[in-house]
T-cell receptor, first 114, second 112 residues
């Protein structure tokens, strides 16, 4: 089955700096890659996603890049703010009989210091 | 925060007891999922269902059972066979296909 590895497990930055979180996946058939943000004690919420037919997607301060050949994708947050502090999860899924079944990475605890 | 509701928010179980976690959604989603969250391990899939009266085992199904008698409901039973049930449980739903999963607010289960 699919395996998703996420790095780093913790990331500490100063307000205004950029943050980058990287994930690799094992199943070349995976074609959907969402990123979720989970604040302490809250539910995970989708912040951005990308499909395998594009290499990059941006939404204001957040961007995701995908390299299908290398089977990795990354989350980029620019001009970080203290409210960006949370746990971030990457995930992967594919079409087919198990479609919609997300495999998650281990999570990255991002701390943005004022 | 509407759409998918889990109850209770906190649950305490004695060893040897079965407990059932509730998950209800009004999003008209066909697919529903149960995930377990432990520190440092991300979210691991327990069971998922794509249609009423059908469900599939995920990666860590041992010691758990589910039912899908109604489209809106996907309860999870944590049985006494689950050796380490203390965790945060998240229910999610989505439309069929590769798309966003919407999560409930979670149930924190503690064995006492």
């Amino acid at each position: 089955g699919e395996n998703v590895e996420q790095h780093p497990s913790t990331l500490s930055v100063q307000e205004g700096d950029s943050a980058v979180i990287k994930c690799t996946y094992s199943d070349s058939a995976s074609n959907y890659f969402p990123w979720y943000k989970q604040e302490l004690g809250k539910r995970p919420q989708l912040i951005i996603d990308i499909r395998s037919n594009v290499g990059e997607k941006k939404d204001q301060r957040i961007a995701v890049t995908l390299n299908k050949t290398a089977k990795h994708f990354s989350l980029h947050i620019t001009e970080t703010q203290p409210e960006d502090s949370a746990v971030y999860f990457c995930a992967a899924s594919k079409s087919g009989t198990s479609y919609g079944k997300l495999t998650f990475g281990q999570g990255t605890i991002l701390t943005v210091h004022p | 925060d509407g759409g998918i509701t889990q109850s209770p928010k906190y649950l305490f179980r004695k060893e040897g007891q079965n407990v059932t976690l509730s998950c209800e959604q009004n999003l008209n989603h066909d697919a529903m999922y149960w995930y377990r969250q432990d520190p440092g391990q991300g979210l691991r899939l327990i069971y998922y269902s794509q249609i009423v009266n059908d469900f599939q085992k995920g990666d860590i199904a041992e010691g758990y059972s589910v039912s899908r008698e109604k489209k809106e409901s996907f309860p999870l039973t944590v049985t006494s066979a689950q050796k380490n049930p203390t965790a945060f449980y998240l229910c999610a739903s989505s439309i069929l296909g590769n798309t966003e999963a919407f999560f409930g607010q979670g149930t924190r289960l503690t064995v006492v």
